[in-house]
């Protein structure tokens, strides 16, 4: 089953960013995460520069960033894919699980939430993109 697409640009817009850039790390978290994009920006840059990244929060954040992050505000990775596995699972909504998702796919990253994509744009190419892993926060006690 393909899943829905709902144009999201994660505040981006009503933070008074113009034009467009790649920054799906900071949208995919600030919609997920529910948290103003001017918020999710500005931790974002700040951890670039703490870290001395080479990318910005206008143009991503590397893989192990993006989990200190993500494990800090109490969300876990999924895998789904390994090396020389193939591909097992793919963007669509009868093979993720429900609920509120940031989704690791080649070279973007797009936040799900019960089955519908919250992007930009439709980034699921009909249903044949894989899914390298998810992030997804646990209910805890």
Request: include cysteine; hydrophobic fraction near 35%; aromatic fraction near 8%.
């Amino acid at each position: 089953m393909t899943m829905q697409f709902q144009y999201d640009d994660g505040g981006r817009t009503a933070a008074g960013y113009k034009g467009t850039t790649g920054d799906c790390v900071t949208r995919a978290i600030a919609i997920a995460l529910e948290k103003p994009y001017d918020v999710v920006y500005e931790k974002i840059a700040a951890i670039n520069k703490h870290a001395k990244g080479e990318k910005t929060a206008r143009k991503g954040l590397s893989r192990p960033l993006i989990r200190k992050l993500l494990d800090k505000n109490g969300w876990t990775w999924t895998p789904t894919m390994r090396i020389g596995s193939g591909c097992k699972v793919h963007l669509r909504a009868d093979e993720l699980p429900p609920g509120r998702l940031i989704v690791s796919v080649s070279k973007h990253l797009v936040a799900v939430i019960d089955g519908v994509i919250h992007d930009t744009h439709d980034c699921s190419r009909g249903g044949t993109r894989c899914v390298y892993g998810y992030w997804r926060k646990e209910d805890r006690p």
